[in-house]
């Protein structure tokens, strides 16, 4: 399924004009967030990526490694190829679900109406399992009366599938994936709210699976996990099969493993650097910041060598606030800015990024 679903996506991806990019906004010098950043984070171009001359206009980003720009602010992402050179992304505040590459084109896959006050908007999305026949998105979004799961199809309304998730001013970011074809995982934030999040009868807090796909009033979601914070991203394990999990809590930000008892805790951060996005791969969990603009990695633990060790920073300060981040089997991380939210915008922001990982190099040692 997901080789179809890229297929699809990398078709798509060449059909439009490169003039749908220059809509953002006026020119202006760009500028980095950091430039003293040390060798080891510089971006890593693909060697089999021929040089591409830069098309004018003012949302071109002369970082090789940048591969979208000029976006609204974000949310999920994921790559829309196998090399991570297309993406997908989410922009948070207009409720389009994009795909775009290197000097573009931009190409709307879908848009949904969205209440983006607070870190509300579009959350999150997912491909049908069947996307390559039926076209169907699931999106979670925020409305202005609750978080919702929707299924946006061409041509079409959003269809309801998963309504009455609490929303707040804060604490909506959320995410979702299919785990099987009938198995859809959410997470969900506890919309400010801790009381919501530990409690049985509320949606808020919660990771759960939703088995039923039909507009209207299905049966209520299977819950894995309770007392979950706010922006709660997951991160599943292609290798091992584990369910990873990053949230933000009053005290403490954490990645946390979905075991057969329950969460148990792998890390914390008490200083709470903003975790907003995790992804696995190549025996290593990452995680992104928004307030200190990292990249970290930690071991990902196995039934060999179930320790984990200290997190180490890996990126720093290059890219400005971080947000959401997906991982691909080669080793490739795709991530997302939240500078026009959180940080200091350049004139090509939000911007996503193709970045391999010293770890994952062929140069690690």
């Known amino acids: 399924m997901v080789a179809a679903v890229l297929a699809v996506l990398v078709v798509l991806n060449g059909c439009a004009d490169f003039t749908d990019q220059d809509r953002a906004k006026d020119a ?4 980095a967030n950091n430039e003293s950043a040390a060798k080891k984070e510089q971006p890593r171009p693909s060697p089999t990526e021929p040089p591409v001359p830069p098309p004018p206009g003012p949302c071109v980003d002369p970082d090789p490694a940048v591969i979208a720009t000029c976006l609204a602010s974000t949310a999920a992402v994921m790559p829309g190829d196998d090399q991570g050179d297309v993406t997908v992304v989410a922009e948070r505040t207009t409720g389009r679900i994009l795909t775009t590459k290197r000097y573009g084109p931009q190409r709307v896959l879908a848009t ?4 983006s006050s607070g870190d509300g908007g579009l959350i999150d999305f997912a491909f049908s399992p069947t996307y390559s026949q039926d076209r169907l998105i699931y999106a979670l979004i925020t409305t202005p009366s ?3 799961i929707v299924r946006l199809a061409p041509g079409d309304v959003p269809k309801p599938i998963l309504v009455g998730i609490p929303k707040g001013a804060t604490g909506n970011m959320g995410a979702m994936f299919f785990r099987t ?3 859809l995982v959410v997470a969900t934030g506890n919309a400010g709210d801790p009381a919501a999040a530990a409690s049985p009868s509320s949606l808020a807090g919660k990771i759960m699976v939703v088995t039923s796909f039909r507009s209207g009033a299905n049966p209520p979601p299977r819950i894995l996990a309770s007392g979950l914070g706010s922006n709660v991203s997951l991160c599943p394990s292609t290798t091992t099969g584990s369910l990873y999990f990053a949230e933000q809590t009053p005290t403490e930000d954490r990645v946390q493993v979905l075991e057969s008892s329950g969460p148990k805790v792998l890390w914390t951060w008490p200083d709470r650097p903003q975790i907003a996005g995790c992804a696995v791969t190549s025996g290593a969990i990452f995680v992104s910041t928004t307030r200190t603009q990292h990249i970290e ?14 997190p180490v920073v890996v ?4 890219y400005g606030a971080l947000g959401r981040m997906v991982a691909l089997d080669n080793g490739i991380l795709q991530f997302a800015t939240v500078n026009k939210e959180y940080g200091k915008p350049v004139s090509t922001d939000d911007r996503v990024v193709k970045w391999l990982p010293p770890s994952s190099s062929e140069d690690r040692t």
């Open 28 to 31: 202006g010098a760009f500028s």
């Open 112 to 115: 949904a109406p969205v209440d």
């Open 146 to 148: 609750d978080n919702r």
């Open 181 to 183: 074809p009938g198995e």
């Open 297 to 310: 990695a930690l071991t990902e633990p196995t039934r060999e060598k179930p320790a984990v060790t200290p």
């Open 315 to 318: 990126l720093e300060k290059r």
